[in-house]
């Protein structure tokens, strides 16, 4: 079960990183982002819809305020550290509304998305 939930969240990521690569989420509002956010942790950690409304909000809010900071810094150096501030806040928010378990299956899926970005975007060797 486990591994499942790991592959379809592993294929999530791999379209989304897709769709970056191709310059597609340039064109999503906050609102796109956050839903498409919210679905990867939802799906990953098999949360129930009381819990996944507390994930919809907090997605929400932190998608509204990284548009803001992108928005106030165009260069990618500068966004930086506001941008791993308010991650640094989301993951806060996201621990305190899911569980143990659910919380650990969420970090086990963005450290393998690290992983898959370090490598070229998970697309295997060229």
Known sequence: MIKKLFLVSSL???????VAAQGGMQNMTPEDMAKRTSEMIKKTTGCDAAVGTKVDAICLK??????????????????????KVLRDKQDVELKAALTADQYAKYMAAMEERRKQMQNGGGGGPR
């Not at 999530?12 to 897709?18: A, K, L």
């Not at 990618?76 to 941008?83: C, D, I, K, L, V």
């Open 12 to 18: 999530i990521w791999m379209m989304v990183m897709t």
């Open 62 to 83: 932190y998608a509204k305020e990284m548009a803001a900071v992108r928005e106030k810094y165009a260069d990618r150096e500068a966004r930086r550290e506001p941008t």
